[in-house]
Structures are given as structure tokens and as C-alpha cells.
């Protein structure tokens, strides 16, 4: 049996139920949050730091908490290029790459307004600073010490916001075409004096044991008429050819040569 009256009684009951119900659901909602692993929630209670939460689910009060997260992944930042001039004052363009990651998120947020921002400008001024400091040959030959002391110093200075960088990284040094044009001569330049310097030393070499063996055939005559034969024999394999020896040539030596398979002939001249 329906009753008009008790039905719009009790409807009218529920609307309050249904809208406190409501609100308490967007109002759980609103409190629920979850963070990543990677990731870490600053939580400010009527601005008020009280903490840092996750990874996970936790609570907040809805309209009385808010809350920053903070990426703790390393974060690639690409320097641009800065136009800068060296110690030996040659004007170069340089750009790197810093790598960086927040250890303390409650300093990333609390002691810098934007931490990002921060390092890219720190990086290209300590960057331009360091490029200052050396020479060109030491930038182009010392990366690896000069990529060590611009992550010390950039380490060193965002330490107090909770930042770590783990290292930075020059990825280009542009020269001037004058200046390119002159190192390519230094090098052809030096490349000449090097060969220069290896033909002399095998040309002091090649003296040294020559000027030896020219001690050893004089105190052994017999040897170096050896030598005169087996020179004789390697010159007369060549066909049609004639060769003039001197006059101390005998017989017997002739007689050696034709056994050895020589195809020239070999007249002997007397003076």
C-alpha cells in the first residue's frame, strides 16, 4: 500500500543523505593521493611544511594540505650553444650537456623557486667561465679534466638546493674558419717535419752500418770480393746485358759465374 504522504516524506530524507554522501566522496577523493616511485610529494599543511610522503597512497586534508611533487629521476639538460672567449683569447663556440637529480625534495622546493630553471642558467654561466679560464689546446685536448671540474663546481653550488649532478659533458667546440684554416696548416706542417725527421734518422742509421761494414771488409779483403761476385751475379740476370769488371777479375772467377746460371755476358776490359 503506497501512502502519498509517508513516500514524500522519505524522499525528502534522503536528498540531504545523497548530498552528504556526495561530498564525503568528493571530499575522500580529494584526499587520496598516490606517487610514483620515482616520485616524492612536498606536502605544505596551511603553508606549513610537515613532510615529504610516498612512494604509494597516502592521505591529505582536502583545502587545509597541498602538495608539490618532485621528480627524483635523473633529468637531461642540453646546454645551448655559448659564444665565449678562451684564455689564449680565440673566440669559440661551446655547448654541453649537464645531467642532474634532486636527493632532497624538501630543498628543491623550499630553497629555490624553480630548481630547472636554476641549473640550465648556472650551467651556461659556469660554463662560460671555466671555457674562459684555459687555453684552446687544453680544450681540445683535456675534455675529460675540464668536463670534471664543471660538474665539481656545478655539484658544489646546487648542493644546498638538495640537487646532485652526476656529470657533465662537452659536446662540440666550434672554431672559427680562420682559425681551422690554421691549424690545418700547423698539422701538414708538422706532418712534413716528422717525415723529414724519420728520413734523416734512416739515413744516419743506414751511414752508421754502412761506415760499419766498411770497417769489416777492410780487415777481411776476402769478403768484400764475395760481395763484388754475388753483386756481379744479382746484376747479370738481366738478359742481353753486358757488364765491365776491372782487370783483377780472373778466369776461375768467370768460370764461378757462368756455374751460377748467368744469362749475361761478362766481358772483362782491360785498361
Do not use: C
Not at 101 to 114: G, L, Q, S, W
Not at 126 to 153: A, F, H, M, P, S
Not at 227 to 245: D, F, G, P, S, Y
Not at 265 to 271: A, H, S, T, Y
Request: net charge neutral.
Amino acid at each position: 500500500m503506497i501512502i502519498p504522504g509517508v513516500n514524500v516524506l522519505l524522499g525528502q530524507a534522503l536528498i540531504p543523505v545523497g548530498v552528504a554522501l556526495l561530498i564525503v566522496l568528493i571530499l575522500l577523493s580529494m584526499s587520496i593521493k598516490i606517487v610514483r616511485e620515482y616520485e616524492r610529494a612536498v606536502i605544505f599543511r596551511l603553508g606549513r611544511l610537515i613532510g615529504v610522503k610516498g612512494p604509494g597512497l597516502f592521505l591529505i586534508i582536502p583545502f587545509v594540505d597541498a602538495l608539490v611533487k618532485v621528480d627524483l629521476r635523473i633529468v637531461t639538460v642540453d646546454i645551448p650553444e655559448q659564444r665565449t672567449i678562451t684564455k689564449d683569447n680565440v673566440t669559440v663556440g661551446v655547448d654541453a650537456v649537464v645531467y642532474y637529480k634532486v636527493f632532497d625534495p624538501e630543498k628543491a622546493v623550499v630553497r629555490i623557486e624553480n630548481y630547472h630553471y636554476a641549473v640550465v642558467m648556472l650551467a651556461q654561466t659556469t660554463l662560460r667561465d671555466v671555457i674562459g679560464q684555459v687555453e684552446l689546446d687544453d680544450l681540445l685536448t683535456k675534455r675529460e679534466e675540464i668536463n670534471k671540474k664543471l660538474q665539481e663546481i656545478l655539484d658544489q653550488l646546487t648542493d644546498p638546493w638538495g640537487i646532485k649532478v652526476t656529470a657533465v659533458t662537452i659536446k662540440e667546440v666550434k672554431l672559427p674558419e680562420s682559425m681551422l684554416r690554421a691549424m690545418a696548416k700547423q698539422a701538414e706542417a708538422e706532418r712534413w717535419r716528422r717525415a723529414r725527421i724519420i728520413e734523416a734518422e734512416g739515413e744516419r742509421q743506414a751511414a752508421k752500418i754502412m761506415a760499419e761494414a766498411a770497417e769489416f771488409y777492410e780487415k777481411h779483403p776476402a769478403a768484400l770480393r764475395l760481395r763484388e761476385l754475388q753483386t756481379l751475379i744479382e746484376v747479370a740476370k738481366e738478359k742481353n746485358l753486358v757488364v765491365v769488371t776491372p782487370l783483377r777479375m780472373g778466369a776461375e772467377d768467370m768460370i764461378g759465374l757462368m756455374a751460377q746460371g748467368m744469362q749475361g755476358r761478362i766481358l772483362e776490359q782491360r785498361e
